[in-house]
C-alpha cells in the first residue's frame, strides 16, 4: 500500500475502533484491530485506486471526522488539540465503505477481488479472512464493529457508491426472480 494512504488507513481504523469498541481485552483489541484496519485499507485502495489519486490525496487531505462525529452523536474534542489532531486524516468515505465491508462479509469479499483492478494490487491488502470470512471468535472480539445496525448509520453515507463501484445490488433492491409466463 502506497504510504500517502498510510495516515489515512491509520486514523479511520482508529477512529473506527473507538466509535465501535470492540470486547474488552488485549486479544479482543488485536481482532478488533485486525478487522477494521483490513476494511480501512480495501476501502482505501478502492477510493484511491491511482497513483494519482493517492497523490492528490495527500495534496488536498482526507476531509476529517467531522460529519461522522456529529452522525454518531459523538462529542468530538476539538482539532485544535494535538493529542486529536490524528481526527483530521480520517477520510469519513473511506470509513463508510468499511462499514458496509464489516458488516457484509461477502461484500467484503467482491472488494478484495476488486482490488486487482486497482494500482495497488490483489496482494496489497495480504490475507484479510479476519474481514472476509470472519470466525465466531472474531464476531465475539468486535460484536459492535461486526453490527450491521450499529454500522447502519455510518455505513448508510456512501453505501450507494460503494455498491455501484462494485457492481453490486443492495439487497433490499436486487431484482427478485420470477417465473417464466405460461403460455
Do not use: K
Request: aromatic letters at 4%; glycine letters at 6%; proline letters at 10%.
Amino acid at each position: 500500500m502506497p504510504t500517502a494512504l498510510s495516515p489515512v488507513i491509520t486514523a479511520s481504523t482508529r477512529w473506527l475502533l473507538a466509535a465501535f469498541p470492540p470486547a474488552t481485552g488485549p486479544l479482543n483489541q488485536a481482532l478488533a484491530e485486525a478487522q477494521a484496519g483490513h476494511a480501512a485499507t480495501i476501502a482505501a485502495a478502492l477510493r484511491y485506486p491511482t497513483a494519482l489519486d493517492a497523490e492528490l490525496l495527500d495534496l488536498l487531505g482526507p476531509g476529517g471526522s467531522g460529519r461522522l462525529d456529529f452522525v454518531t452523536g459523538a462529542d468530538a474534542p476539538p482539532l485544535t488539540d494535538a493529542t486529536h489532531a490524528w481526527r483530521t486524516q480520517v477520510d469519513e468515505t473511506v470509513v463508510s465503505w468499511a462499514a458496509c465491508l464489516l458488516a457484509d462479509a461477502d461484500l467484503a469479499a467482491l472488494a478484495a477481488a476488486c482490488l486487482a483492478a486497482t494500482h495497488h494490487g490483489p496482494d496489497s491488502v495480504g490475507d484479510a479472512r479476519r474481514l472476509t470470512i470472519p470466525s465466531p471468535r472474531d464476531h465475539r472480539a468486535a460484536p459492535l464493529l461486526r453490527h450491521p445496525d450499529f454500522l447502519g448509520p455510518i455505513a448508510d453515507l456512501h453505501r450507494e457508491t460503494l455498491l455501484g463501484l462494485l457492481g453490486a445490488a443492495p439487497a433490499a433492491t436486487a431484482p427478485a426472480a420470477t417465473a417464466p409466463e405460461p403460455r
